[in-house]
């Protein structure tokens, strides 16, 4: 295991407007998207956090963390997408446009007797898929949730509790997609899954659509403290749809002048770095057990939709060690005095873990450089989860689980 971080420039960069488009995450697709959440009862924006006293220690001009671990009372941001999808589809077997179907009239007995049972099947290590069985509950519908091997006990409970059947089975991600896929198809269950396939897009891009709510309430608040745009987004990846809708909404808004976007993946699951690094343009697949803490950065398969926007408008993927992580998880646990603290498990914490790297060791003097972060950088990251293993959050953070001393 290699226990450095590797990073490489994007030498398929294009010009906006020359690359693929990203109308299907441009402000009116992404507007419609969070007009629906506004209508979900639990529905506020998540905060974002100015770590100011961080950024000062580093030499940027700001860190701005949005802090998804407030998100509808799950601890995480996927909901935004489980739920967005479903009520698209809903929306598409009713015959009706999304924005006709508010939470109140899709939870009505009126829609339910319309729609008859349905259930939504879905692969996770955890937050998606208590996002899909949250949504399924809240709209009266049933839902199946697979996780792969090594997931956390403490997290299919939580799926359970809200009314899921889940279970963990003894495949890694991108196999229990395929075996859940299967089973979907023998039992007439609706698969939500953010990976695409051919064939398998539609839901897939409504997900990366849902996901855009957190981008927009992120550029308001920033736009409230004076700053008009990010100068930086360091955003972690999976299977990169988190990753691909936050760069095409900020992309299609920006255009040329866009943020300069950073693309952070697990060591053990780098699809999209090793995509980059080949420089074809096509995207690479990794195997194996991906054994990496961060959970829900263990995908090896790109989601084409996503990776077509990042191989087009991002400027540096990295691969990450799971000692980067750790590390985030303390320095936001544990802030300079001033500013606010923010808990965050190992994926959603990976990001600030190496923003400190990259500015405080001279060994990545090239890649500060490459991406111009200086004193003028406002950074915007995001805190996709909060402590959804409250085990390994204590292990890592109290116990000192990866310790990044003399890296």
Request: charged share 25%; glycine share 10%.
């Amino acid at each position: 295991m290699n226990d450095r971080i590797q990073w490489t420039k994007n030498s398929m960069a294009k010009e906006f407007g020359t690359g693929v488009s990203t109308k299907l995450f441009d402000k009116m697709a992404i507007d419609k998207a969070i007009n629906f959440h506004r209508t979900f009862p639990d529905y506020q924006p998540t905060p974002l956090r100015q770590l100011s006293k961080l950024a000062n220690n580093l030499g940027v001009g700001g860190i701005y963390v949005k802090d998804e671990s407030y998100r509808f009372g799950l601890n995480a941001f996927k909901a935004l997408g489980g739920s967005y999808a479903i009520g698209r589809y809903l929306a598409q077997r009713l015959n009706k446009d999304i924005s006709q179907l508010p939470f109140e009239v899709l939870t009505s007995p009126e829609v339910k007797e319309l729609l008859g049972d349905i259930t939504f099947a879905t692969t996770t290590d955890g937050n998606h898929g208590r996002g899909i069985a949250w949504t399924a509950r809240q709209l009266r519908q049933k839902s199946v949730v697979y996780m792969p091997k090594g997931s956390s006990q403490y997290r299919l409970e939580r799926i359970r509790s809200e009314g899921a059947f889940a279970e963990i089975t003894d495949m890694n991600y991108d196999d229990a997609v395929r075996m859940t896929a299967e089973e979907a198809q023998k039992h007439g269950w609706v698969v939500v899954q953010d990976t695409a396939w051919e064939g398998y897009e539609e839901i897939p891009t409504w997900i990366m659509q849902g996901y855009g709510t957190m981008s927009a309430e992120s550029l308001e608040q920033l736009n409230t403290l004076g700053i008009e745009k990010p100068t930086h987004i360091f955003v972690q990846a999976g299977v990169g749809a988190l990753a691909g809708s936050v760069q095409g909404y900020f992309a299609s808004l920006f255009k040329e002048d866009r943020p300069k976007t950073v693309i952070v993946e697990a060591d053990q699951a780098d699809c999209l770095y090793k995509s980059a690094l080949a420089a074809d343009g096509k995207p690479r697949v990794v195997g194996g057990e991906m054994a990496t803490v961060m959970a829900g950065l263990a995908c090896g398969e790109p989601n084409p939709i996503g990776w077509n926007i990042l191989r087009d408008y991002s400027d540096m993927f990295v691969s990450s060690p799971d000692w980067v992580a750790a590390k985030g998880m303390r320095v936001l646990a544990n802030p300079l005095l001033g500013d606010p603290k923010v808990i965050s498990g190992e994926s959603g914490a990976v990001t600030t873990g190496l923003i400190s790297v990259l500015m405080m060791d001279n060994s990545f003097k090239e890649a500060r450089e490459a991406l111009q972060l200086d004193e003028n950088s406002h950074i915007l990251v995001f805190n996709t989860e909060g402590n959804t293993d409250p085990y390994k959050y204590r292990s890592i953070v109290w116990d000192g689980e990866l310790p990044s001393a003399g890296r």
